[in-house]
């Protein structure tokens, strides 16, 4: 790396999503890295050279003729910290599969030694046709990182898996891969799990409700994190920060305590993993007003509380063979005992095969995007999380889940 500036080479292939590249640029650069862009000849068919020269504040070339004395070719990839490919067409992955060098950014890829992360972009009959499944398979053996797309809308009026995940779901997974190269194996292809994430709302009457400041963060970091590493993904939503969907992972959405384990048991259901991100309300008002509660005039009633089921300790007590189940907990040291005390004591109350634990107050873990904590097992084992993304801390949960699952 350059200072504490990462260098990012932003490869662009000639599709429509090119545009939505110019967001992710914006993005890239606004975290303070320094992108150089690399579009193909056909990716300057849709945004011209110079939007990508002023958004990125660097001269942009797509021949391997241009400035031919600085030898971009084999500079821009030798000297890259990340190669992020944007959309990345049909094409131009069967172009990197087969090691051509026919443009400058196929030929930087074959000079890149650091991570790269192909983001697809193509219609579904593209994506889903054996020749790109090879290519794809053949580039992930080779240790890149090819994202699976995003289902929804395509160009005209088709929908279906293909489309470009959006630029900021793609600037999280750069950010990961460049804190940590190997965040994203295939580890977890072939697996089924369930992850929680928000926090409940428990209803008052029509109009306001008991909640928690749990962003939902975390736990959609978890979703798209396992997804990338080959799982199929259920992932329980909350109320949450507007954080839109994770790409390849399948939301369903809930709103109370109640209704959250409700989706959750169901899902669980032949799951290999579950991950309770949620934060979930331990207590719910005992009445409902089904009409709006009028101000009035004489002092209110107190409010009086219902305790809510604990879903994890259900989840746990209904454990299939083989099920491996991640809890959270948010900690504040106190007078009987410090953060880990308190975590440890909870994950053998829960049941919980691994516990994650967070040191809360002063402004750390809600609302923010990074996160740090240690990793508690049932086996007595106490991994620390470095401080880094909620990406990060996803990965080496599910690094842990996917060595429970192997020996499993
Ligand atoms: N949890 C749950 N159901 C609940 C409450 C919590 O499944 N009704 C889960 C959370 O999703 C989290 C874990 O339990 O994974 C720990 O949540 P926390 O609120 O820290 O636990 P509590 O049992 O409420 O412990 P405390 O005594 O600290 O309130």
Not at 156 to 173: K, N, S, V, Y
Not at 264 to 285: H, T, W
Request: hydrophobic share 45%.
């Amino acid at each position: 790396m350059d200072g504490t500036r990462p260098r990012v080479l932003l490869g662009v292939a000639g599709g429509i999503a090119a545009y939505k590249a110019c967001e992710l640029l914006r993005r890239l650069t606004e975290s303070g890295h320094s992108v150089r862009v690399l579009p193909t000849a056909s990716a300057l068919q849709f945004v011209g050279a110079a939007t990508f020269e002023a958004l990125s504040g660097l001269p942009v070339h797509t021949g391997v003729f241009a400035d031919v004395p600085a030898v971009p070719h084999v500079k821009l990839g030798q000297e890259a910290d990340l190669v992020v490919v944007a959309p990345a067409t049909a094409d131009l992955m069967s172009r990197a599969a087969h090691g051509r060098a026919d443009d400058l950014l196929t030929a930087a890829l074959l000079t890149a030694r650091c991570p790269v992360l192909f983001v697809p972009a193509m219609h579904t009959e593209m994506w889903e046709h054996p020749a790109t499944r090879d290519n794809v398979s053949l580039l992930r053996r080779r240790g890149a990182v090819v994202m699976e797309p995003a289902s929804g809308r395509l160009t005209g009026r088709d929908t279906g898996p293909g489309r470009l995940p959006e630029p900021a779901e793609i600037a999280e997974f750069a950010r990961l891969l460049l804190e940590r190269s190997d965040a994203l194996p295939r580890d977890l292809a072939g697996r089924r799990v369930v992850v929680s994430a928000g926090g409940t709302r428990e209803a008052l009457d029509p109009v306001r409700y008991l909640g928690n400041r749990s962003s939902g963060r975390q736990g959609y970091a978890l979703a798209r994190v396992a997804a990338q590493r080959g799982a199929s993904v259920t992932l329980v939503a909350a109320h949450t920060a507007d954080l839109g969907d994770p790409a390849a992972v399948d939301v369903v959405r809930a709103s109370s305590a109640r209704e959250l384990r409700e989706a959750v048991l169901a899902a669980a259901k032949g799951a290999d993993a579950v991950v309770m991100a949620a934060a979930v309300a331990d207590f719910r008002p005992t009445a409902f007003a089904a009409n709006k509660i009028k101000k009035g005039s004489a002092d209110p009633e107190p409010l009086t509380l219902t305790r809510n089921p604990d879903i994890l300790v259900e989840l746990t007590g209904t454990r299939e063979p083989g099920q491996v189940i991640v809890g959270f907990a948010a900690e504040t040291g106190d007078d009987t005992g410090d953060v880990l005390h308190h975590g440890r004591a909870k994950l053998a109350r829960k049941g919980a095969d691994l516990l994650v634990v967070n040191a809360v107050g002063d402004g750390r873990a809600f609302e923010v995007p990074d996160n740090a904590g240690w990793l508690l097992g049932a086996d007595g084992s106490e991994v620390e999380l470095p401080s880094g993304s909620k990406g990060l801390l996803a990965s080496r949960v599910w690094d842990a889940v996917a060595a429970r699952l192997r020996t499993g």
